[in-house]
Nanobody, 119 residues
C-alpha cells in the first residue's frame, strides 16, 4: 500500500520561501507520477505541480510557474516542493499525491500540511 507523508508546512511572510517534503513508501515508484495539490480556505483543491518519477519530467500550474519547483530524490523516495516568492494567495493545505496514470486521477494522498503566507 502506498503511503505518503508530508512535512515542512508553516507560517511565512509574503516574499519568503518554504520547502515541503513528501516521504513515499509502500512500493517502488518507477511507474508513478507524483504531484502536489493544494486547497485554500473556501476553495476547491487544485493541482500545483507534478513530476514523473522515473524521468524527472515536471509540469506546473500557471499560478506557480517560475516560483515553485518540484523535484525528487530517488535514493530517499522523497518528493519536494520548493516554494519561493510566496504570496498570501498561496495559503492552503498542501497535499502530496501519486498515481500511475494522471489522466485517470490521483488515487494515493497524504494527510496534508498547512502553509500560511502572511501579508
Amino acid at each position: 500500500q502506498v503511503q505518503l507523508v508530508e512535512s515542512g508546512g508553516g507560517l511565512v511572510q509574503a516574499g519568503g520561501s518554504l520547502k515541503l517534503s513528501c516521504a513515499a513508501s509502500g512500493r517502488t515508484f518507477d511507474n508513478y507520477y507524483m504531484a502536489w495539490f493544494r486547497q485554500g480556505p473556501g476553495k476547491e483543491r487544485e493541482f500545483v505541480a507534478g513530476i514523473r518519477w522515473s524521468a524527472g519530467l515536471t509540469w506546473y500550474a500557471d499560478s506557480v510557474k517560475g516560483r515553485f519547483t518540484i523535484f525528487r530524490d530517488i535514493s530517499k523516495n522523497m518528493v519536494y516542493l520548493q516554494m519561493n516568492s510566496l504570496k498570501p494567495e498561496d495559503t492552503a493545505v498542501y497535499y502530496c499525491a501519486a498515481t500511475t496514470n494522471p489522466r485517470a486521477g490521483y488515487n494515493y494522498w497524504g494527510q496534508g500540511t498547512q502553509v500560511t503566507v502572511s501579508s
